[in-house]
């Protein structure tokens, strides 16, 4: 038998706190990814799982606590889209934006660029909505073009915010499909969810209440 090779830790986070003013979002939390692994962040609403997740995507600084990713690269998509809701953007350049930090000195999408872009749409089946405007799309069109446009970052870990919360059947089935692909290639996968498919195929699940982990927050495996 060859011999196991130990899991690759893509990211480290420890000792994290957040704290906005006397609210203590987060507090004393540490959290290993692994390459190739799904982990999912569970716990109520007001938890903090979302200032966890946009803290390990380095989106927001933590207000004390280490985070030590090695220089992989991370693919963030939040909760809820930003400013693209109101932008006068095709679902294609929305997509594309997930590719930016892959562009040249000379801003030239590459022929690979594009290939990877087609095919995140692909993916998500948004493809026969490549030249319809963000604006006018459904609720889980959007979710779905904006999971595209993380995979289209091609990062070594990605990291989604509820991506399958008020989608229908179908649409959820292809976001979860995505995040088992997504693992399959080395990808270390963090999901916020409520899921419970998503969370019974997870490699590990996190459990937070009131910003702290709760037993039951297995260790990645
Ligand atoms: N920008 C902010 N300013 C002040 N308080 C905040 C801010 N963001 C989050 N909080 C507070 O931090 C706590 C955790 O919020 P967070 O959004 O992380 O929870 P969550 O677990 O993702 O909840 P949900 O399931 O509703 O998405 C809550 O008490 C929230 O009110
Ligand atoms: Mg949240």
């Given at each position: 038998m060859p011999p196991t090779s130990a899991p690759e830790r893509a990211l480290t986070a420890s000792a994290l706190r957040v704290a906005f003013g006397d609210v203590?979002?987060?507090?004393?939390v540490d959290v290993d990814l692994v390459a190739g692994r799904t982990t999912v962040i569970v716990g109520p609403n007001g938890a903090g799982k979302s200032t966890l997740l946009e803290v390990l995507a380095g989106a927001r600084q933590p207000t004390s606590g280490r985070i030590d990713s090695g220089g992989r690269t991370r693919s963030f998509v939040p909760q809820r889209a930003a400013?693209?809701?109101?932008?006068?953007?095709t679902v294609r350049e929305i997509v594309s934006i997930g590719a930016w930090g892959r562009v040249g000195p000379l801003g030239r999408l590459t022929a690979a660029i594009r290939h990877d872009i087609d095919a995140a749409m692909r993916r998500l089946d948004v493809a026969a909505l490549?030249?319809?405007?963000?604006?006018?799309?459904s609720g889980g069109q959007r979710q779905r073009a904006l999971l595209a446009q993380g995979l289209a970052r091609g990062a070594d870990i990605l990291l989604l915010d509820?991506?399958?919360?008020?989608?229908?059947a179908r649409s959820a089935d292809l976001n979860r499909r995505a995040i088992a692909d997504e693992r399959e290639r080395g990808v270390a996968v963090v999901c916020v969810s409520h899921d419970d498919r998503l969370i019974s195929e997870a490699d590990h699940v996190i459990r937070l209440d009131g910003g702290r982990l709760t037993p039951g927050s297995a260790p990645a495996r």
């Amino acid at each position: 038998m060859p011999p196991t090779s130990a899991p690759e830790r893509a990211l480290t986070a420890s000792a994290l706190r957040v704290a906005f003013g006397d609210v203590v979002a987060l507090a004393d939390v540490d959290v290993d990814l692994v390459a190739g692994r799904t982990t999912v962040i569970v716990g109520p609403n007001g938890a903090g799982k979302s200032t966890l997740l946009e803290v390990l995507a380095g989106a927001r600084q933590p207000t004390s606590g280490r985070i030590d990713s090695g220089g992989r690269t991370r693919s963030f998509v939040p909760q809820r889209a930003a400013a693209s809701e109101h932008l006068p953007v095709t679902v294609r350049e929305i997509v594309s934006i997930g590719a930016w930090g892959r562009v040249g000195p000379l801003g030239r999408l590459t022929a690979a660029i594009r290939h990877d872009i087609d095919a995140a749409m692909r993916r998500l089946d948004v493809a026969a909505l490549a030249r319809t405007p963000f604006a006018t799309l459904s609720g889980g069109q959007r979710q779905r073009a904006l999971l595209a446009q993380g995979l289209a970052r091609g990062a070594d870990i990605l990291l989604l915010d509820e991506p399958t919360t008020g989608l229908d059947a179908r649409s959820a089935d292809l976001n979860r499909r995505a995040i088992a692909d997504e693992r399959e290639r080395g990808v270390a996968v963090v999901c916020v969810s409520h899921d419970d498919r998503l969370i019974s195929e997870a490699d590990h699940v996190i459990r937070l209440d009131g910003g702290r982990l709760t037993p039951g927050s297995a260790p990645a495996r």
